[in-house]
């Protein structure tokens, strides 16, 4: 069965200290790593999109990682308006569309 | 551009009530998908559609969930007799193929009473 596990729960860090949040995955046949950002009372909002171990994609000071059992999503410097819950989902080629989603972080930056 | 559009945002009914949701995806997306997002359940994924044809359910959750879409477009989400575990926020994403990046709309908080 396909599972994704995220850790930390919750991280809280001061403003421009960098950290890194964690996707474990099991899947039979991974089409895709997709991160996304969800701020409270809103849909979440995509990030990236990760195909093949190795694949790194980066945006202002996000950067995702990937390998064949875990992503990374790592921040540089962050800013208070980095604070939300980053959620990771996988897609798998034997399950069409859907996206099956860990539990998230939750990520607050202290000014 | 427009984004992927839902409403209500919020509805509030009462226990064995009929409730329809409506999702307006992004235009040309072929893809649309239906998901629910519970405290403490994360999100969890209901149906999906290519064009008008739904090929996965396998995630509503009993016969009182129900959903079509017209046209390739717009998709209604329909809850029978509602329940008070049907409280959540549903949310509607769609994607230019299946495969692609999804992209959701802001949902609309269901409340059962």
């Known amino acids: 069965e396909d599972q994704v596990t995220q850790s930390p729960e919750a991280l809280r860090l001061q403003e421009g200290e960098s950290s890194s949040l964690n996707c474990s995955y099991t899947?039979?046949?991974?089409?895709?790593l997709f991160w996304y950002r969800q701020d409270p009372g809103k849909g979440p909002e995509f990030l990236f999109t990760l195909y093949s171990a190795g694949e790194e994609k980066e945006k202002e000071r996000l950067k995702a990682t990937l390998t064949k059992k875990e992503s990374f999503l790592h921040i540089t410097a962050p800013k208070p308006e980095d604070s939300a819950t980053y959620l990771c989902a996988v897609q798998d080629h034997n399950q069409g569309g859907k996206l099956i989603f860990g539990q998230g972080t939750e990520l607050s930056v202290k000014p | 551009g427009a984004g992927v559009s839902q409403s209500p945002s919020n509805k509030v009914t009462e226990k064995g009530k009929d409730v329809e949701l409506r999702c307006d995806p992004i235009?040309?997306?072929?893809?649309l998908y239906w998901y629910r997002q519970s405290l403490g359940q994360g999100l969890e994924f209901l149906i999906y559609f290519q064009g008008n044809s739904a090929p996965d359910k396998s995630g509503l959750p009993s016969d009182r969930f129900s959903a079509e879409r017209t046209g390739g477009s717009v998709s209604t989400l329909t809850i029978q007799r509602t329940q008070q575990e049907d409280s959540a926020v549903y949310l509607c994403a769609s994607s230019f193929q299946q495969g692609d990046a999804q992209y959701f709309g802001p949902g609309t908080r269901l409340t059962v009473l």
């Open positions: 899947v039979s046949g991974l089409r895709g």
């Open positions: 235009s040309g997306h072929t893809a």
